[in-house]
């Protein structure tokens, strides 16, 4: 059994940081919200939207008569997201705690788009979810997912899959524990079959990230995880692990930086006016 990550670890410091850190994660999201040709007028329903910067985006391109709901487990990045908007005239939008396994205060038929950035991978329950997400769109309403994916490693994965095939982590590390790309292109693109989508465009987007050195890297990571990074190594292991992949990454310290790659799955898909079948 999968053990998936728990939006309780997540912490008023991290959910902060998250903010101010997630510039990658903010340009995968306007490159969907471009694909998905947002307009003015429209209804938006944000799944996981963090500390909420792409949903104020987005808020600015539906204007005042669209309206965007944006929602996230995570409690301290609501809180973020909300104090941020206090004090501007944003009519249009709203943040809640709230997941996306359970839709049930959206009724039927009701967004023209749904977006889950950098999310898909992070969720307990996809299948529920992805039941939720086409209860709610309108037919023809479409989907916008941007995630990174199990069987496409960026360099920074790949050296923490190679971390993980050494001694003493090997025999002691719970595999069983997601840590966030937990989902291949082939398994979403089924999930997404299953739950009656239609005209499933999905693309692979890589983008290049420069870090500044080990630490840029670390805490971009435990920003981005909400408190669950390293939550697969024994709490024992955790600071011999944490040197060896800090050695790891200073082999690739330039005077630049460290490079690293995105390989993103970015997927359109739609809602069908009939049966998909
Ligand atoms: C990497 S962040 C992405 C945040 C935001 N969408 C962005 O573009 O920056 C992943 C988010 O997924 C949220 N999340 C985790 N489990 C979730 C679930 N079951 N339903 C909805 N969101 C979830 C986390 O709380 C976290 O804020």
């Not at 398994?187 to 290049?208: H, M, P, V, W």
């Not at 040197?243 to 082999?251: A, P």
């Amino acid at each position: 059994m999968v053990i998936m990550s728990s939006v309780i670890c997540d912490t008023p410091t991290l959910a902060e940081r998250y903010d101010k850190i997630s510039n990658s994660q903010f340009e995968h999201g306007k490159l969907l919200v471009e694909e998905l040709d947002i307009k003015k007028g429209d209804y938006i329903l944000d799944i996981g939207c963090g500390t909420g910067r792409l949903a104020e985006y987005i808020s600015e391109i539906i204007g005042n008569k669209g309206r965007i709901y944006s929602i996230d487990p995570a409690e301290y990045r609501i809180q973020v997201a909300q104090k941020k908007i206090k004090g501007k005239s944003l009519p249009n939008i709203s943040f809640e705690v709230g997941r996306g396994e359970d839709l049930s205060c959206f009724a039927d038929n009701s967004f023209d788009t749904v977006v889950m950035n950098v999310v898909f991978g992070w969720i307990t329950d996809k299948k529920t979810t992805l039941a939720e997400v086409y209860r709610v769109l309108k037919p023809n309403g479409l989907v916008g997912i941007t995630t990174s994916s199990k069987g496409l490693p960026g360099p920074l994965m790949v050296i923490t899959d190679e971390l993980l095939k050494r001694e003493p982590y090997a025999s002691q590390v719970n595999a069983n524990i997601d840590s966030g790309k937990s989902i291949t292109a082939d398994e979403l693109l089924q999930l997404l079959i299953n739950a009656g989508f239609s005209d499933i465009n999905l693309k692979l987007r890589r983008t290049y990230i420069h870090y500044k050195d080990p630490g840029d890297i670390i805490e971009f990571t435990e920003a981005s995880h909400f408190g669950n990074y390293l939550n697969h190594v024994p709490v024992h292991l955790r600071d011999a692990y944490r040197s060896e992949y800090i050695t790891e990454l200073e082999k690739r310290q330039t005077a630049e930086g460290i490079e690293s790659v995105w390989n993103m799955l970015h997927v359109i898909t739609k809602k069908p006016q009939g049966n998909a079948y």
